[in-house]
């Protein structure tokens, strides 16, 4: 009788803790960070430009079947993309830096959506295990 007490009351103690929502840790400060995003950003702008002056010529030429030139050697993808209006390439780096900021606005909104995802998940497993609990034993003899 007195082992049914104790379980029963450690049961119950255990009950709340269960109940609790899981918790998330607070966001890492590269989400709040506003210097992060402004170097995020450059980083961006850095890489952008990096890209920009990949040669693309000779990889054209393979894809057209056709032997490769001296002007394809020399072709990059800044000359493909912008046609050589440097509007277009400066339009493309800014919006490349302006990016810091928006990858730590979603980082953000990814950290408050992160507990009801882990909840959906839970849900998710539960029923799971529910529904492979009920299948029939392959094993089981049939009579």
């Known amino acids: 009788m007195r ?6 009351a450690a049961l119950m103690a255990a009950a709340p803790a269960q109940a609790e929502p899981s918790r998330v840790p607070p966001a890492p400060k ?10 995020l950003g450059k980083m961006m702008g850095a890489l952008t430009k990096a890209v920009m002056d990949m040669p693309v010529g000779e990889l054209e030429a393979a894809i057209e079947n056709r032997p490769v030139t001296g002007a394809d050697r020399n072709r990059r993808v800044r000359d493909v993309t912008t046609g050589g209006d440097p509007a277009v390439e400066r339009r493309v780096a800014e919006g490349a830096e302006r990016s810091g900021r928006q990858a730590q606005a979603m980082g953000q909104a990814m950290m408050s959506a992160l507990p009801s995802i882990i909840k959906s998940l839970d ?21």
């Not at 989400?31 to 170097?39: E, I, K, R, S, W």
């Not at 849900?123 to 299948?135: D, G, K, L, P």
């Open 3 to 8: 082992l049914f007490l104790v379980t029963g």
């Open 30 to 39: 590269i989400l709040t960070d506003p210097a992060m995003a402004d170097q």
């Open 123 to 143: 849900e998710a497993e539960a029923a799971v295990e529910r529904a492979v609990s009920n299948m029939p034993d392959p094993t089981y003899p049939k009579r």
